[in-house]
């Protein structure tokens, strides 16, 4: 049977596909410096005689063809990129490069379709149609390599009918997947934040224009787009996470300097919300005697997983993986430039657990520690490619 088959595949090449994220976790690079990386995945992709060519600068994309008669064409994506984070992992894969890390797993994602392509390609006989392997650039940083690769045409030539791609989740034991139909993850914007006042001596505040007491105002007034704007049954999001005020115990400065993010599940509350809060933020500047200038950069759209596709996923899951390693999904208030696809063709975006308690595995993404249960990544990548192959309709 293909479901047998393919497992074995995929257990014959683990201890490879684990060579890979190791030696991957160990050179990370950041978004759109991926050179060795890409012509690590250039190099893999020759191993198994796979057609690539390179796109938006560090990206590949390739195709496995069928051998059976066929047009149509689904396409897997996994991201390439690493963070700005020094790791404290005492493991001998350690990231080399000081400072950057695969802190978000794509290490991970890539390796696994790495494998997943080795899959495919052993058994293009039994199936019809066509692969196309996305290995994506940036997605961590705006304006992100999804809409770069969509621009120089990736969604085309040939044009996929759906798009698949999934994301380590630690709180997700190995072995497991989270999948959830309809809006899946927040759309995200950047906010950066100038408020001028007048500065001067602590001990005369009557004689200064507090910056300083402004952006207080405007951390707690902003929230209410939140708590009192928003409808309650709109995820929505505002977070400030950098304030500089840069002063002194004694010196009130001319400025303060703030950054956050903003996140939604909806198109058109994501555009009244910035213009409510660049008016609030205006109003409460002005009215203390001060000004601002308020700057949105508008990032990624929200992740929308569509419906039939994700039911047809998460019946294949079931198969192969088992119906009690299949769970629901919550909604994620992250964000992810895979939505950029997931807006234009029909996809689906699963979470594939790397998480294990007992062994200790289980520090979020984006910190420091984070580590994944290597034993996820024959599940991860004997699933996709049986998601490939049953899409296909083989």
């Not at 198109?267 to 213009?275: D, F, L, N, Q, T």
Request: glycine share 8%; aromatic share 8%; with cysteine.
């Amino acid at each position: 049977m293909l479901i047998e088959e393919i497992k074995e595949h995929a257990n014959r090449i683990s201890e490879t596909v684990i060579s890979y994220r190791r030696h991957l976790h160990a050179h990370p690079e950041l978004s759109f410096k991926e050179y060795e990386t890409s012509a690590f995945i250039k190099e893999r992709l020759n191993e198994l005689e796979i057609e690539w060519q390179p796109m938006a600068g560090t990206g590949v994309v390739a195709l496995i063809k069928g051998e059976q008669s066929s047009d149509k064409v689904i396409a897997l994506r996994a991201d390439i990129d690493a963070l700005p984070v020094t790791e404290a992992n005492a493991v001998s894969y350690a990231s080399q490069n000081n400072g950057v890390m695969h802190a978000c797993g794509h290490d991970v994602h890539t390796s696994s379709l790495l494998g997943t392509a080795s899959i495919l390609q052993s058994i293009k006989h039994r199936f019809a149609g066509t692969v196309k392997l996305i290995f994506q650039p940036a997605e961590e940083v705006l304006p992100g390599g999804a809409g770069i690769m969509i621009k120089e045409g990736v969604l085309d030539n040939p044009k996929p009918a759906a798009v698949f791609g999934q994301h380590v989740s630690p709180f997700i034991e190995a072995g497991k997947i989270g999948i959830r139909k309809g809006k899946f993850m927040a759309s995200m914007d950047e906010i950066f934040v100038i408020i001028r006042g007048r500065g001067g001596h602590g001990a005369q505040p009557h004689r200064n224009i507090d910056p300083v007491m402004i952006a207080a105002q405007m951390l707690v007034g902003l929230q209410q787009v939140v708590s009192r704007i928003a409808n309650p049954t709109m995820p929505t999001v505002l977070s400030f996470g950098k304030v500089i005020a840069n002063g002194a115990i004694n010196i009130i400065p001319d400025e303060v300097y703030m950054e956050g993010t903003f996140r939604t599940l909806d198109e058109k509350w994501r555009e009244e919300a910035h213009e409510r809060m660049k008016k609030m933020a205006t109003g409460i500047s002005e009215s203390m005697g001060g000004s601002c200038d308020f700057t949105i950069s508008k990032g990624y759209p929200y992740l929308v997983n569509d419906e039939r596709l994700t039911e047809q996923v998460s019946a294949y899951a079931e198969e192969y993986l088992g119906k009690e390693n299949v769970e629901a999904a919550d909604i994620w208030m992250a964000a992810e430039d895979f939505a950029r696809y997931s807006q234009l063709t029909p996809s689906c975006f699963y979470l594939i657990g790397v998480g294990n308690k007992e062994k200790g595995i289980t520090s979020s993404l984006h910190t420091p520690t984070f580590n994944i249960d290597e034993s996820s990544l024959v599940f991860s990548t004997g699933l996709m490619a049986y998601i490939a192959i049953k899409q296909l309709g083989n």
